[in-house]
Nanobody
Framework: QVQLQESGGGSVQSGGSLRLSCTVSDYTYTTGCMGWFRQTPGKEREGVATLNTGDGSTYYADSVKGRFTLSRDNDNGKNTLYLQMNTLKFEDTAMYYC????????????????????WGQGTQVTVSS
């Protein structure tokens, strides 16, 4: 089973930046996806950004387009997924989760939570207005 560990969350003022990291172990999907989701209390978990590790297709939620950027370091035995978050807004406050799945083969990875098999424990991002 894929192991995921997030880091990089914290508190920041509106307009600031954070970079989240997700260290991934035992990623054995020959075709699959990695991504970031977020959740606030009382709301459903939502997809933020995803990466198809096979063909490089990306997905960004409309609310983060132009502000958040995915990248991946897959060299020298490392497998780390990053989420650079710029121009943060109060409404970006949430618990952010890293996830992986083998449910999608090509193109943009869907963000149906039930299709994502592997999850990290989450890292909290708090943006003060």
């Amino acid at each position: 089973q894929v192991q995921l560990q997030e880091s990089g969350g914290g508190s920041v003022q509106s307009g600031g930046s954070l970079r989240l990291s997700c260290t991934v172990s035992d990623y054995t999907y020959t075709t699959g996806c990695m991504g970031w989701f977020r959740q606030t209390p009382g709301k459903e978990r939502e997809g933020v950004a995803t990466l198809n590790t096979g063909d490089g297709s990306t997905y960004y939620a409309d609310s983060v387009k132009g502000r958040f950027t995915l990248s991946r370091d897959n060299d020298n035995g490392k497998n780390t997924l990053y989420l650079q978050m710029n121009t943060l807004k109060f409404e970006d406050t949430a618990m952010y989760y890293c996830a992986a799945t083998g449910a999608y083969s090509r193109g943009q990875c869907g963000v149906i939570v039930g299709n994502w098999r592997d999850w990290g424990q989450g890292t909290q991002v708090t943006v003060s207005s």
